[in-house]
């Protein structure tokens, strides 16, 4: 072959692999879909997203004329999640690991991009009336309590009663969340509720009574959450999602350093419960509760969480993880950002 020849066959080959690496088209939207809190008045949010476009950074990432940034919150609520990612309602959901599961094993097309770890099961507690006689856990057997089926507050509520030695059929679980929950608490309808962060409002009101979990009995690792991505928008936007994924490791190395702690629980606070609350429920550092990592002990909780749903009779079988799992964008992320093993040190 002649010299001419090879560089205009290297000229044609160069030609195709940069066609094959030219940008895709941005879409004009990318949907949010994200557990949210019923406070002022309407929902709102204090996931990862908000934070990221209070910072600025999906702008700085995709430029002023880059896509829509929409999100839709679903108060108190993993399951809805599940079905806006089905009904290509939403591109991306963040949710707990029961709902992210049950959705998944139920054929939701969609893939884990991201973790996040939320509260400790023995953060959640039980509201019961100011006047009620149940004092302790052991107490509320036989009582009708608030909590929606499917959510990661309902698999801790039955931790939670196990640890005290009780079972799911000693008390009457009423399937609602959030504010029908309330509602059905205040005309007398349940004798507690069971849930988080928003039950210290009432107590703050002097609403409620406080009934907490057995703290030394229950496994204190973090709860296991995580952000999809549906199928259909990944698979026409790759390069998208890398990017989004981007963003959501930033905003995450931002949050979890120390330097920056008061101004993240200020953002919490204003945009959730207020100071005090925000302060309790985020107590220590923070630095594990923004592990974006797909690593064991990620993959182990959700083994953890099929075994809970297996057994309560939540998914008829334990489902094969294979291909749940795209650990690739918070990898080319981390090396993106030059954060590599910044989170190493956390199991």
Known sequence: MSSIKRLLLLAALSSVLAAGAKAEELPKVIRFAEVGLPSHGK????????????????????????PKIEINYYIGTGPAINEAIAENQADFGTYGGLPALIGLSGGVPAHVVLARRSATASSYVFAVHPDSPIKTVADLKGARIAVQKGTNPYMSLVQVLEAAHLSETDVNIVNLQGPSAVAAFEAGSVDALF??????????????????????????????GAILVGSSFEERYPQTVARVVKVLVEICYWASQEKNHDAVISYLANTGYGADITKEEYAGPLKDR???????????????????????????????????YESKYVDAAAKDLHIQGYWQNIP
């Open 195 to 224: 849930s988080g962060t928003s039950l210290l409002i009432l107590r703050k009101q002097g609403a409620v009574r406080l009934v907490q979990a057995p703290k030394n009995k229950i496994e204190q690792e973090t709860s296991i």
């Open 43 to 66: 929902a709102s949010g204090i996931g990862l997203v908000p934070l990221a476009i209070q910072k600025g950074l999906f702008e700085r990432e995709f430029g002023k004329d880059g």
């Open 290 to 324: 923004f592990d974006p990592r797909i690593n064991d002990s990620v993959k182990d909780g959700f083994e953890e969480i099929s075994k809970f749903a297996v057994t309560h009779r939540i998914v008829r079988q334990a489902p094969n993880f294979e291909g749940w």
